[in-house]
């Protein structure tokens, strides 16, 4: 993705091959945020003559990459490793959904280099109430005293506390309204698919900066409590995409 820093255009490799290096290009607006560059020797063969240049709508491939966001795993739609997965219409119509704020890049802080690529109006993040269990310094509590209503997950213990959650909640369960696991531990957990879906992201983009990581520090990388911050590693880990190389330090499968 081109970026200015100062007076200049970054470009990365793949853009800078298209390009074309010692080059000289017009630059000129053509729509809010969009912007045309046109080869300077081009300009003086039509000399004279009105240049026209055509914006292709890229409807379908829109579409395409839009599904692809919303349906390729946490760990591909990271910025700079989505793109690679994009036939070359698709990487237009990816620079068309970001110029036009359809799709952008969400990182969890400016100091990280790179984000993942999400679809705009899936993002509710600043609307929603937060959980307890949604701040870094949240005090532990007892397992038993976590709720869905304040933190968004339960602890459960016991295989008949299990089977018990299980027929109570089965409705929210079949609905994709709630999800559950069973740790290594021993624990069952009931947690908010929302919830969970937003954190998934969250660890992987902390990931993507950081292989490895304690508890502690993921923990405070994406502002969650540890206890909170230790279910999504679990099913991070189930999924396959997570390590736990010794308790409480994690490291992310690329």
Do not use: W
Request: with cysteine; net charge neutral.
């Amino acid at each position: 993705m081109a970026k200015v820093v100062g007076k200049n255009i970054v470009l990365n490799q793949e853009e800078a091959e298209l390009v074309g290096e010692g080059k000289e290009y017009e630059f000129i607006p053509n729509d809010k945020g969009i912007f045309l560059m046109i080869d300077k020797s081009h300009l003086k063969e039509s000399e004279g003559k009105q240049v026209c240049v055509n914006v292709p709508s890229l409807e379908e491939e829109k579409q395409q990459v839009i599904g692809l966001i919303k349906s390729t795993r946490l760990s591909d739609l990271v910025e700079g490793k989505f793109e690679t997965i994009l036939n070359d219409e698709q990487k237009k119509a990816l620079l068309q959904l970001v110029t036009g704020g359809k799709v952008f890049v969400f990182k969890l802080n400016e100091t990280y280099k790179k984000g993942v690529y999400r679809v705009k109006d899936e993002v509710l993040e600043e609307k929603k109430e937060k959980k307890e269990s949604e701040y870094f310094d949240a005090p532990e509590k007892p397992f038993d005293k976590y709720t869905l209503e304040q933190d968004g997950f339960l602890i459960i213990k016991g295989k008949n506390s299990a089977a018990d959650a299980s027929y109570k909640f089965e409705k929210q369960i079949k609905e994709g309204l709630l999800r559950g696991i069973k740790s290594f531990d021993g624990n069952y957990y009931l947690i908010q698919t929302e919830l969970l879906g937003d954190y998934l992201k969250k660890c992987v983009i902390a990931f993507g900066n950081n292989n490895t990581q304690t508890i502690e520090e993921l923990s405070k990388n994406i502002k969650a409590s540890q206890t909170l911050t230790r279910i999504i590693c679990e099913f991070l880990k189930d999924e396959g995409e997570l390590m736990e190389r010794k308790k409480g330090q994690y490291s992310y499968i690329k």
